[in-house]
């Protein structure tokens, strides 16, 4: 998978969160995809997960895709009503998706 080859092995002397996994599932009629991340030694977690995007599915070959917006804690449409593989470009090539 395209998102996977982002993720790099985590540092010896780790000082901020670092990326470790990404992950989806599906919640009823939307698919969602997350990205886990390692926290230092010294956090209160050992690792946390966040949101990347969301593909709400309209029916056919029609989807809403959604970004997370983490300052806001929620999810925001971006794209609507527009086919699968021009959603999975838009995730890959957008700014509203990056991490």
């Given amino acids: 998978m395209y998102l996977k080859k982002q993720v ?11 990326l470790t996994d ?4 599906w919640f009823r ?13 010294n956090s209160l977690e050992e690792t946390f997960d966040s949101g990347l995007a969301r593909l709400g599915w309209l029916g056919g ?6 970004s997370y917006m983490a300052h806001r804690n ?13 959603a999975i470009l ?6 509203f998706f990056s991490f």
């Fill in 74 to 86: 929620k999810w925001e449409a971006f794209y609507e009503n527009i086919p699968l593989a021009e």
């Fill in 29 to 41: 009629n939307q698919y969602h995809i997350y990205m886990t991340y390692q926290c230092p030694p």
């Fill in 8 to 18: 790099t092995p985590i540092p010896e002397n780790l000082v901020g969160n670092h």
């Fill in 90 to 95: 838009r995730i890959k090539e957008s700014d």
């Fill in 61 to 66: 070959d029609k989807y809403i895709v959604y």
């Fill in 22 to 25: 990404f992950y989806g599932k």
